[in-house]
């Protein structure tokens, strides 16, 4: 079946310390946005990639970075310089160019806690 | 700048009944499209309804349609026959279309639960 898978579904990490969190779709979609939830609220851009091997800062950019090395993959790093990374995140993908609808499909979502 | 705006933090209603959720937004693109999205307490989004700034008609999808009103700038969602599965966050958002730029803005959020 076609769509976006997230993984893990929970991810702990420790002070100091970088994480991965996994995003692919075969979708065949060229846009690719990783957003952040925090408890009650709504959904913030951290970044995005319309195209393979670019992309550009959202709202929330600081403390992270992402790759688009391939278009089914838009992996995001959240680093040590992330002070409070404990949150919900949530990838979604888009077929993306000009004359698209930019409706945004997503994953299942990825919980990180800090230890 | 772009803005969405949803009032309702929380709303109740009983099983069967219809349901409007409301939408404002704020734009200076000349076109747009309006989405809802649902979030389940599992937390993935589920895209439902899609308007254009253009179309002429009202979208509907099943028990879900969007009361476009693009002089007042609202896009409400109504649930027709509300079932309990319905019980959900439910988000607006609005993204510029015709545009190399895809970023969609979302609205807080609606909390809504359905009463059996």
């Known amino acids: 079946d076609g769509g976006i898978t997230q993984s893990p579904k929970y991810l702990f990490r420790k002070e100091g310390q970088n994480v991965t969190l996994s995003c692919e779709q075969n979708l065949n979609h060229d846009a690719m946005y990783w957003y952040r939830q925090d408890p009650g609220q709504g959904l913030r851009l951290i970044y995005y990639?319309?195209?393979?091997?670019?992309?550009q800062k959202g709202d929330i950019a600081e403390g992270y970075s992402v790759s688009r090395e391939k278009k089914e993959s838009f992996p995001l790093t959240v680093t040590s310089a992330q002070k409070n990374p404990t949150a919900f995140y949530l990838c979604a993908s888009s077929l993306g160019g000009s004359l698209a609808k930019n409706i945004q499909y997503f994953g299942a979502g990825t919980r990180l806690s800090v230890l | 700048a772009q803005k969405i705006t949803q009032t309702q933090p929380g709303m109740f209603v009983q099983e069967k009944e219809a349901v409007t959720l409301d939408c404002t937004y704020d734009t200076s693109d000349p076109s747009y499209g309006l989405f809802w999205y649902k979030q389940p307490s599992s937390g993935e989004m589920i895209f439902l309804i899609y308007?254009?700034?253009?179309?002429?008609q009202n979208a509907t999808e099943g028990r879900y349609s969007l009361n476009f009103q693009k002089a007042r700038k609202s896009a409400n969602l109504v649930i027709s026959a509300s079932q309990l599965g319905d019980s959900a966050m439910y988000f607006c958002?609005?993204?510029?279309?015709?545009?190399?730029?895809?970023?969609?803005?979302f609205g807080s959020g609606t909390r809504l639960s359905i009463r059996p």
């Open positions: 990639s319309q195209i393979v091997n670019d992309f």
């Open positions: 308007q254009g700034s253009y179309d002429q």
């Open positions: 958002a609005m993204s510029p279309i015709y545009s190399s730029a895809s970023k969609i803005i």
